[in-house]
């Protein structure tokens, strides 16, 4: 008997979100290589890009469309998702390791009893689930792990996997809910100005206790705005109160793997490290040439961030008008 | 009402993680133990709900070894009521901690639980959430700021790039995110009472695991790369191996 998978779609502001379209790829994969049945579900109301996912190598997408269902809701996202897996003998389910699939994933894990393995940055499908390696302690170790009893649910981790372009035909089909539970829902989205979410962004620019306090991160932002890139923080910065806990970077914050990572005044503590060093360009600007963080950095410079970072914002200002 | 904190034992976060010679487990030798960071926003949280109700009963609880006392005496010393451990010796999957976890907190008869969103050692986020399946009870995870007014519970969890504003109702479970409080400091007095507070000890049988744990490996260390030197010069020529070397500008 064929085997089904269910990708688990994101959507924000009616867009389905690129991580998403990593997940599809993955899944696509599968689909080819394992000759399992895949099938894409989304939720929500207006979805502009859902044809997307068809670029992605899924064809089947499920859109359960209503108005009540713009904005997450824990209690009926999950009742419709249960609903179909039950309905559709799923054996297999895929999210991204996102505040949606984090939040969505051990639900569904519990309920159906299927095992869950969460933030992977390797999947394969074997006959009895799925089969992962997932970082642990931050990434200071990488655990292999499987999962027990033929199904599986796995969240896969942003920006490890590519989103591959693979144009198959779409086939949309949209669906009413059953039944919509707001016991637990989202009344509004406050969003943080407009900036890039560490988790999220491709180029990170972080500041740390050599920043020497809140009114000299403007250096750092100039630089982030340049390069298109996300603010990110050390924690000694975030426990000074200079910058939002929802910037920091590493053990007790966001673990992040982006292109590249620009470490400003940051000495590169373990459990800093722990929380960046798999990013795959790492460039450190530190004073202190001792510093811990020249153990991981590919390119550093030891001046005064100071004088070196208007500089950078020049160079890089200089570049962008020659290409 | 009665209140429950599930709490973990963890390695502290400065530790180096090193494996034992069969590489299927950590080689805890010299590492210091600490109460989960993200447990600390949990209790700190439930013990504000105790400062402003009375009647209320703050239980700490943690499956795991016996050293796992260490940690649950550190949150009485804040100011909780009374501590359980649930002995458990085995590499239990979150599934099966959830359960031991709520049967427990059903035992207790809580009506709020806070958990604190993971745990830093094996970093999954499913705990809290898992309970909060099995006894059928709403949950927020990722919460950065809460209120609780009658049975109405309002509160903001963290996303990417921004917050959601949250409506639900008690039962709850409740998944702490740092920036949810400032949790206190433990007082002498504090410390003095946890002594001699007894932590009751229970043992629980949870359902057959669905994951199994296989071997472990320590990524390999980056090498050093270059320092370019420390004036402009530097900068130009790190733009020009960004673009040229990494391809990333």
């Excluded at chain 2, 320590?218 to 040229?244: M, T, Y």
């Amino acid at each position: 008997m064929i085997r089904k998978l269910l990708v688990v779609l994101e959507q924000r502001d009616s867009r389905i979100k690129k991580t998403s379209f990593e997940v599809c790829s993955i899944a696509a994969k599968f689909a080819a290589k394992n000759k399992v049945e895949v099938v894409a579900i989304a939720i929500g109301d207006e979805i502009t890009n859902l044809s997307a996912v068809s670029d992605y190598g899924i064809s089947s997408i499920i859109h359960v469309k209503h108005a009540g269902l713009a904005l997450y809701s824990s209690s009926a996202y999950k009742k419709i998702i249960l609903n179909y897996i039950n309905k559709n003998a799923i054996d297999y389910i895929l999210l991204t390791n996102t505040a949606f699939g984090r939040d969505i994933a051990p639900r569904i894990a519990a309920r159906l009893r299927f095992g869950l393995l969460s933030d992977c940055i390797s999947l394969e499908i074997t006959p009895t689930g799925f089969k992962a390696a997932r970082p642990i302690y931050s990434g200071k170790a990488i655990q292999e792990i499987e999962t027990i009893g033929n199904k599986g649910i796995a969240t896969i981790r942003a920006n490890v996997f590519p989103a591959a372009i693979q144009s198959v035909s779409a086939n949309i089909m949209v669906q009413k809910p059953e039944l919509i539970d707001l016991s637990n829902r989202t009344v509004e989205i406050i969003k943080s100005d407009g900036k890039i979410d560490v988790s999220e962004a491709d180029i990170i620019i972080s500041g740390g206790r050599g920043m020497k306090g809140p009114e000299n991160f403007h250096l750092i932002e100039d630089v982030a705005a340049i390069l298109g890139g996300a603010l990110g923080a050390s924690r000694a910065a975030v426990d000074a109160g200079w910058r939002s806990h929802s910037e920091q970077i590493g053990q007790t914050g966001k673990t992040v793997s982006p292109s590249l990572y620009i470490a400003c005044g940051i000495s590169g503590s373990v459990q800093h490290l722990a929380g960046m060093s798999t990013s795959k360009y790492i460039v450190a600007i530190n004073k202190d040439k001792d510093a811990p963080i020249f153990s991981v950095a590919d390119y550093g410079i030891t001046g005064d961030l100071f004088e070196i970072l208007p500089v950078l914002t020049d160079e890089i200002k200089k570049l962008n008008n020659r290409f | 009402m009665n209140i429950a904190v599930c709490v973990n034992h963890v390695p502290d976060t400065a530790s180096k993680i090193k494996l034992d010679s069969s590489n299927t487990s950590i080689d805890y030798t010299g590492v210091s133990w600490i109460l989960n960071p993200f447990d600390e926003f949990a209790i700190e949280e439930a013990l504000r709900f105790k400062d402003n109700s009375s009647g209320t009963v703050v239980y700490i609880l943690s499956a795991g070894k016996d050293e796992a006392k260490e940690t649950i005496r550190r949150a009485l010393s804040m100011g909780a009521d009374e501590g359980i451990l649930i002995k458990n010796d085995l590499a239990l999957d979150s599934l099966s901690i959830s359960e031991l976890l709520a049967m427990q907190i059903k035992e207790l008869n809580c009506e709020v639980v806070f958990c604190g969103k993971q745990s830093v050692d094996y970093d999954n986020t499913s705990i809290g959430l898992m309970i909060a399946e099995i006894i059928d009870y709403n949950a927020i995870s990722d919460c950065v700021t809460l209120s609780i007014e009658g049975s109405t519970v309002k509160a903001e969890r963290e996303i990417e790039g921004g917050r959601e504003i949250i409506e639900t109702s008690l039962p709850l479970v409740v998944t702490a995110q740092k920036g949810l409080n400032v949790p206190r400091y433990a007082s002498l007095k504090g410390i003095i009472a946890a002594k001699k507070k007894n932590i009751k000890e229970v043992t629980l049988t949870s359902s057959t695991s669905t994951v199994k744990y296989n071997s472990l490996s320590i990524p390999n260390a980056k090498n050093p790369g270059r320092v370019l030197g420390s004036d402009s010069g530097a900068v130009r020529e790190l733009v020009r191996l960004l673009r040229e070397e990494a391809k990333v500008l």
